[in-house]
């Protein structure tokens, strides 16, 4: 067996990291606009003037805003998703270039606060629907299908202000208001949605923050079931009233493996993998919360009643098809001096002798892709998308050219690993690898760590031509799209 010949090869982006054009066209601000550049070795932080004047900073994972300060960009500070590298104003050159190597699909992220500048406007920008419009015309031209996260953390930032963002209830029909607007508008152009990014990404404080304050894990399962019930109740109204649309979720791949054979280390891998991985999964696929929930609940002293009181809305949103990102795996053990992963950017577990790693820390690992695809399509019996996947690294520009063996290595051992997963009866209808052109990194804000099989010509503190170049692993995806995942070398 082979990928089938309407296999979709494509690649991903998010609008917060690429777009850029954060202040044009009647476009309102996002948390991301007010978070500063880092390193891999600093971390990232928000920025906001208090009402006396004096100004301030939060780590981008879990700060409390002081009470009566604002969000505010300072002087003396980068924030590099203002520009991202301006897909705004460069998206028919870079459609173009995905053409070029082939893309069925590419996947995008619309910005919320573009069509709803506040969130709870009375009425749409136009302006964000013209750019929208214009762009999946633009990707129909060529032939690509466009599959849509309709929020990838950028919510408007009026909303985590003013509102408490996910924390209050009434962000759930707000969101319900901004999907009805563009399912509409966007009916006959695009099938393929997805509710939320990495929507587990809400819990993920409870793994990354060390002694993560019960305070911060409390608030996350709150955030993530009112955002659980926001995506139930619009995949509900997309199957009644477009049932054209293919509604899926997006879940990080927090993919894990016992560190020993010690019962204890196995236990504690499933339990990790249960609380980070199909806690969300279950949910959104399977229509109800699984039985290991409570003991999430429990744990952190949340009333099981403000979880159930939405059951039958669960159960009549399940998504159709299940989609997640994969870059590495990591170990979980009970043996604490065990040497933890993750030195360059956040630490995901435990360090695995058996794989190599990136320069940010990060095991490679394309055997646990196929062994996570064949987990997913045992447990849900839904068509897979691998949405995000690729190897962040330092590219040389030279004579403008860049050589990225390492990264041809990697996407060569996963686009393997999926086709055996094929082989395996796995259900895989598309692979939309990460950073298909250079942008900006979620995590460090840097432009050094780059993913594209595109170079784009911007440093780290936003300066640079924005020009494009092909990088020799675009050349590489080219064939493999070409040839349908069949000449690798």
Known sequence: MSFPKNFYWGGATAANQYEGGWNEGGRGPAMTDVTTGATKDT??????????????????????????????????????????????????????????????????????????????DEKPNQEGLDFYRSVFEELHKYGIEPLVTISHYDDPLYMEEKLGGWQNRETIGLYEKYCHTIFEEYK?????????????????????????????????????????????????YAHEHYPQFKMGCMIAGMISYPLTCDPKDVLANQHHMQDSFYYCGDVQVRGAYPGFARKSWKKY???????????????????????????????????????????????????????????????????????SLNELYDRYQVPLMVVENGLGAIDVFEDGKIHDPYRIDYMKAHVKAMKEAIEDGVDLIAYT?????????????????????????????????????????????????????????
């Not at 949605?193 to 002694?211: D, G, K, Q, R």
Request: charged content about 25%.
């Open 301 to 371: 002293n949340l009333d099981p009643g403000f979880f159930e009181q939405d059951k039958d809305v669960l159960k009549e949103g399940k998504v159709d098809f299940f989609s997640y990102s994969y870059y590495a795996t990591s170990c979980e053990t009970t043996h604490k001096e065990a040497k933890r992963d993750g030195a360059g950017n956040m630490s995901m577990g435990y360090k695995n002798e058996y794989i190599q790693y990136s320069e940010w820390g990060w095991g490679m690992d394309p055997d646990g892709l196929r062994y």
């Open 433 to 489: 690898p990460w950073g298909c052109i250079d942008l900006v990194s979620a995590g460090t804000g840097e432009m050094r760590k780059r993913y594209g099989f595109i170079y784009v010509d911007m440093d780290d503190e936003g300066k640079g031509t924005l020009n494009r170049y092909r990088k020799d692993s675009f050349y590489w995806y080219e064939k493999c799209i070409k040839s349908n995942g069949e000449d690798l070398d």
């Open 188 to 236: 006959d152009l695009v099938k393929y949605w997805l509710t939320f990014n990495e929507i587990n990404s809400a819990i993920m404080a409870v793994s990354f923050i060390p002694n993560c304050p019960d305070e911060i894990a409390k608030k996350g399962y709150i955030k993530l079931h009112n955002q659980f019930v926001a995506s139930a109740k619009v995949v509900k």
């Open 43 to 120: 971390p990232r932080y928000v920025t906001y003037k208090n009402a006396d004047g004096t100004t301030g900073k939060m780590s981008m994972f879990g700060g409390t805003l002081p009470e009566g300060a604002e969000y505010a960009c300072l002087d003396g500070y980068h924030y590099p998703n203002h520009i991202g590298t301006d897909f705004y104003h460069h998206y028919k050159e870079d459609i173009a270039l995905f053409a070029q190597m082939g893309f069925k699909m590419f996947r995008m992220s619309i910005s919320w606060p573009r069509i709803y500048p506040n969130g709870n």
